[in-house]
């Protein structure tokens, strides 16, 4: 069974367009976060959700919107996509408080804006 | 802030022992973590020190020394699956901030 999945695996698309990248867990974990990696492999954090609530919001431009349904689940919406938004984007989960040591990834979604 | 120097890339051969080096400057240490990168792949958590010492897990340990802000990972008896990325980490308010990666590439 996979333990965080994410949909789609590759998203290509065009400047200006709106997208989106669902993650779900089935961990039981109480936290959850999106990752950007760019194509220097530079893995940065951008929000955290704990139990449904954002609790970490790194200075991401609004057009990063990420929305969280349930604890299972952490979607990203993004507005009108720039080139630079190319990159790969992970969603990870842990278990709450002191377990943010030790994450679980998705299998990443590699987002090319052309 | 957060601060986390690896080297960019080693390479080693098969069989051989490789010491990947992680050095931190961070306000509240809470601890250091590896985790490993193939091409293509989801990083995967190797290890956790929280404590100085040594921690070993297989063919794989690693190590911290808090009063140098001075970790590594040790990987033994190298195999060609090895080659991949390696990041360590630390947690620092909810989050981890990662270093830049070492690219570890194992020869035959």
């Known amino acids: 069974d996979t333990a965080v999945s994410q949909t789609p695996k590759y998203l290509v698309t065009q400047m200006g367009n709106d997208k989106s990248i669902k993650c779900e867990q089935n961990?039981?974990?109480?936290?959850m976060y999106w990752y950007k990696q760019d194509s220097k492999k530079f893995l940065k954090i951008m929000f955290s959700?704990?139990?449904?609530?954002?609790?970490i919001n790194e200075t991401v431009p609004n057009r990063f919107s990420p929305k969280s349904p349930d604890k299972a689940h952490l979607n990203l919406h993004i507005n009108s996509l720039e080139l630079g938004d190319s990159a790969v984007y992970f969603c990870?989960?842990?278990?709450?408080?002191?377990?943010?040591?030790?994450?679980?990834f998705g299998p990443g979604t590699r987002l090319t804006v052309l | 802030g957060q601060s986390l120097e690896q080297p960019s890339e080693v390479t080693a051969v098969e069989g051989a022992i490789v010491q990947i080096n992680c050095t931190y400057q961070t306000s509240g240490f809470y601890g250091l973590s590896w985790y490993q990168q193939h091409d293509g792949g989801a990083p995967t958590f190797l290890s956790y020190?929280?404590?100085?010492g040594l921690e070993e897990t297989g063919r794989f340990s690693s190590f911290l020394s808090r009063s140098d802000s001075y970790g590594y990972l040790l990987l033994q008896e190298l195999q060609m699956k090895d080659s991949a990325s390696y990041f360590c980490a630390v947690p620092r308010g909810g989050k981890l901030i990662f270093g830049q990666g070492t690219e570890l590439s194992v020869k035959p």
């Open positions: 959700y704990n139990n449904k609530e954002l609790i």
């Open positions: 020190n929280g404590l100085d």
């Open positions: 961990l039981g974990h109480d936290t």
């Open positions: 990870a989960s842990s278990e709450a408080g002191t377990s943010v040591n030790e994450q679980f």
